[in-house]
């Protein structure tokens, strides 16, 4: 049984920064995170795979890095520059069990989701 728990989120102005770690027990698997602004279907924002390759929306490129930290088991999102639509639940992700792993339907395990307000 996979667990994830996000922490990290907070209210923060245009062109602030935040780092949003997730811990997991039990993960060996795709990690990824989504968020979900109200309203809006979850939406992927960037996934890294156990041989760390990465891959992220076009909407947050050049902004946002994921990475893993498998000695403390924890996955992070480093992100810069944040602007209003970047306000979200940001929820961490694991086990890709089919498709392309780009859809929240694709994924077996979530964490509660941690909650990020960009305001200008």
């Known amino acids: 049984q996979v667990q994830l728990v996000e922490s990290g989120g907070d209210s923060v102005q245009v062109g602030g920064s935040l780092r949003l770690p997730c811990a997991y027990t039990n993960s060996r698997y795709y990690m990824a995170w989504f968020r979900q602004a109200p309203g809006k279907e979850r939406e992927k924002v960037a996934g890294?795979?156990?041989?760390?390759?990465?891959n992220y929306a076009d909407s947050v490129k050049g902004r946002f890095t994921i990475s893993i930290d498998n000695a403390k088991n924890t996955l992070y999102l480093q992100m810069n520059n944040l602007k209003p639509e970047d306000t979200a639940m940001y929820y961490c992700?694991?086990?890709?069990?089919?498709?392309?792993?780009?859809?929240?339907?694709?994924?077996?395990?979530w964490g509660q989701g941690t909650q990020v307000t960009v305001s200008s």
């Open positions: 992700a694991a086990h890709c069990s089919g498709g392309f792993c780009s859809s929240y339907r694709d994924f077996t395990y």
């Open positions: 890294i795979s156990s041989h760390g390759g990465t």
